[in-house]
Structure formats: structure tokens, C-alpha cells
T-cell receptor, first 115, second 115 residues
Framework: AQTVTQSQPEMSVQEAETVTLSCTYDTSESDYYLFWYKQPPSRQMILVIRQEAYKQQNATENRFSVNFQKAAKSFSLKISDSQLGDAAMYFC????????????FGEGTQLTVNP | EPEVTQTPSHQVTQMGQEVILRCVPI?????FYWYRQILGQKVEFLVSFYNNEISEKSEIFDDQFSVERPDGSNFTLKIRSTKLEDSAMYFC?????????????FGPGTRLTVL
């Protein structure tokens, strides 16, 4: 079975600084997809960024980028120029065709942005 | 931007009672999901639903759970006889496709408290 692990329950960053959230996963599959979801205090989980495992290039969405290391099964999220609105719980998630449409989530990392 | 909505935001019930959690998926989406998150634990997949039938369910989704799309807009999760361990945040999600690449859009959740 696939598992996703986020070893940092909490992280903090100064406004305008850069922070990296870690995620590792375990799978025997070669084709899969990885996601970072953000859950602000209002509770709506929002997709931040997605990475297809077959793509070597790391995904980027504005200030958000990932460092995808397939061999190491690592998928970290980098937030540059952190803003107060980035404060949220961040979930790493995994999905593959063989696992159907179900998302497998990590424990989450609570990010605090300090002014 | 269209959103998934869920009602109620908080439901308190007595053990053994039936509860129905309601969700309104994004209007043109065809695939629907329920996830839950017990306090302090990971978000877990419960069930996916398409074309008026369950596509996939997890081992958590036992006979006390059922899902229904009673009309063209609502998607419900019924828990027949609630137990203390059913206390959790329940998230509904929807997507316009069933593939791993199709983004699942989440609602804000319903916090279920079983006393």
C-alpha cells in the first residue's frame, strides 16, 4: 500500500522569506501523481501544485515550486517570498491509476507566517 | 469560482443516531468523493461515486455508511448508527474526471461530533 509521510508537524517562516515543506512517500508503482493541498483556517482544501511522476521537470506555480526526487521518493514544496496568506495546513497527497481515484494524504504541516 | 459546499458545518449527535451529511458538488462535475479526518490523524478516503453508484470504497466504508445523489445537485453521506469513533471532519470533493490527473475540489468540511 502507498503511504505518504510529512515529518514536520509545524513550520514557521518570516514574511518574504522562503520555506520548504518536506514530504516522502512509499510506492512500488512507477506512474503516479503527487499533490500539495493547502487548507487555510477557513477549512477549504485547495490544490496548490501537482507533479506527474513521469515528468522530470519540477512543477512551478508562481511562488510555489516542488523538488521532486523520484529515486528518493521525496516531494518537497518550496514557498518563496512567503506571505501572511500562505499560513495554512499543507497536505501532501499521492494518487495513481492503479489506486483508482483515491488520494492518499500525509499528516499535514501547519505553516505559520510571521510578520 | 465554483466551489463545493457542505452543510452543516458542525453536527452534534448522540451515539446510535443516524446522521446525513450534505454536499453540493461543483455543477458540471460527475465524480464525487467523501474523505474523513479524525482529529490528529490523516485525511482518509472513504468512497467515490459516479453515475449513481459507488466506484470505489475503502475498508472504513462499512455497512453503516451509505452515499446517495438524491437529486441533480446534492450528494449525501449517511451514517446509520453513529459511534463515538465516527467523530471526525468529513470532507466532500468532486472532480470532472476519474483519472489521477483530474483535480479533486474539496468542500470546507462538516465536523461531526458523536456524544
Amino acid at each position: 500500500a502507498q503511504t505518504v509521510t510529512q515529518s514536520q508537524p509545524e513550520m514557521s517562516v518570516q514574511e518574504a522569506e522562503t520555506v520548504t515543506l518536506s514530504c516522502t512517500y512509499d510506492t512500488s508503482e512507477s506512474d503516479y501523481y503527487l499533490f500539495w493541498y493547502k487548507q487555510p483556517p477557513s477549512r477549504q482544501m485547495i490544490l496548490v501544485i501537482r507533479q506527474e511522476a513521469y515528468k522530470q521537470q519540477n512543477a512551478t506555480e508562481n511562488r510555489f515550486s516542488v523538488n521532486f526526487q523520484k529515486a528518493a521518493k521525496s516531494f518537497s514544496l518550496k514557498i518563496s517570498d512567503s506571505q501572511l496568506g500562505d499560513a495554512a495546513m499543507y497536505f501532501c497527497a499521492y494518487c495513481s491509476e492503479t489506486s483508482g481515484s483515491r488520494l492518499t494524504f500525509g499528516e499535514g504541516t501547519q505553516l505559520t507566517v510571521n510578520p | 469560482e465554483p466551489e463545493v459546499t457542505q452543510t452543516p458545518s458542525h453536527q452534534v449527535t448522540q451515539m446510535g443516531q443516524e446522521v446525513i451529511l450534505r454536499c453540493v458538488p461543483i455543477s458540471n462535475h460527475l465524480y464525487f468523493y467523501w474523505y474523513r479526518q479524525i482529529l490528529g490523524q490523516k485525511v482518509e478516503f472513504l468512497v467515490s461515486f459516479y453515475n449513481n453508484e459507488i466506484s470505489e470504497k475503502s475498508e472504513i466504508f462499512d455497512d453503516q455508511f451509505s452515499v446517495e445523489r438524491p437529486d441533480g445537485s446534492n450528494f449525501t453521506l449517511k451514517i446509520r448508527s453513529t459511534k463515538l469513533e465516527d467523530s471526525a471532519m468529513y470532507f466532500c470533493a468532486s472532480s470532472d474526471g476519474i483519472l489521477s490527473t483530474d483535480t479533486q475540489y474539496f468542500g470546507p468540511g462538516t465536523r461531526l461530533t458523536v456524544l
